[in-house]
């Protein structure tokens, strides 16, 4: 990283990354949604992406800088190579205004969760949108499994802002994942 600092170079971003091993993330997330599953208020509703624009998601999670505009637009494509996995990935509604967003990838073995905000200043609200939508994803992903669609994921990879949005980091903790080593993008004015 030297070696680029001393020829213009900035980092421009820098991410946390953390793996779970999915059969933990499984059990983990049953447990707490067969607790807490009948406090999640009857109004929300998770839709996938397929069916919106990246702008909604956008609103959602650009204060918190997760992911460049332009990325999220590239990922959100159809056929966009190692984009997003568009009925997974969803924006968590509250009757009509969106105050979540789930955005993952999945290749190979491994489901990338690259976006996981509930923007809601209630801590309690904020941990039913994320139980929401991580259940969710890993029923549709074990119904997707048992039609013969998709092979067995064995490892969740969460990403969050070294310094911005923690929320992901503490999730992947609370659920047993370990910390892999930080990432860096480096960009060059021209």
Known sequence: MD?????GFECARSERSFEVAYEDAWQRIMRLHEKHGRRIPATWRAQPIRELSPETA??????HRLLPPAQVRGYWQRNSPGGFT??????????????GAFLGRRMADICYVDVQVVREP???????GDLFMMYRMLILHDEALRAGRDIPCRWLRFRSGE?????????????GGRE???QRAMSKRL
């Open 180 to 182: 892999l080593a930080p």
């Open 3 to 7: 070696i680029l600092r001393t020829h």
């Open 86 to 99: 568009l009925d997974f990935s969803c924006v968590l509604f509250d009757g009509e205004r969106a105050f």
């Open 122 to 128: 209630n801590p309690v609200l904020r941990s039913l």
């Open 163 to 175: 310094i911005e949005h923690r929320q992901t980091a503490n999730l992947a903790l609370r659920m």
């Open 58 to 63: 956008l609103e959602v999670i650009g204060s």
